[in-house]
């Protein structure tokens, strides 16, 4: 029964994890951009950590280009593409990655296609409901780093991707 609460709770469209601040900021990004954030990763999870870990969103749209043009120009940043790789299916879209005047609002949006949204959510659903055991060695290596700086960013970022690895995460390529 907990597993399912889990499980129901990591593909949220509203995760509890945000400040006033980050909801404020995304929630005007939606309106603008007349797009549905879809929330993803950490910040569904419980090894998210407030006002350290990023905020990862998709967005998933009829005209990309524009979607990601606006964004851009109201958060005052590039864009890199980048492919997803899936089983048989590969898909472009733009990451846009907002260092925020502080940590604490920090995010990524990635804006897809609309026409590639059932299969990138049922993507971005499996590899947010990561096992538990996943999820607990990630917090565990995010304490070290963000919470108690035992560990240097180059350690965590090299155990993370293998934790991640090991769990199957998705396959992307900046381009």
Request: one cysteine or more; hydrophobic letters at 35%; a positive charge.
């Amino acid at each position: 029964m907990a597993s399912q609460q889990y499980q129901q709770q990591s593909c949220s469209n509203r995760p509890l994890h945000l400040t006033l601040q980050q909801r404020d900021l995304l929630s005007r990004l939606e309106n603008i951009t007349s797009s549905k954030f879809v929330y993803y990763g950490s910040v569904c999870r419980f090894d998210y950590i407030p006002g350290k870990s990023d905020v990862d969103v998709a967005v998933f749209t009829v005209d990309v280009e524009l979607c990601r043009d606006t964004l851009c120009s109201q958060l005052q940043v590039s864009y890199s593409e980048f492919v997803l790789k899936l089983k048989n299916h590969v898909v472009r879209g733009y990451k846009i990655k907002y260092p925020g005047p502080d940590d604490s609002m920090r995010f990524e949006i990635s804006v897809y296609p609309k026409k590639e949204e059932k299969l990138v959510r049922a993507e971005y659903c499996r590899v947010t409901n990561l096992s538990i055991y996943t999820v607990c060695l990630l917090y565990i290596i995010k304490s070290m780093y963000y919470s108690w700086g035992i560990i240097d960013q180059s350690t965590f970022r090299k155990w993370k991707n293998h934790i991640m690895r090991l769990s199957d995460e998705r396959n992307f390529i900046e381009l």
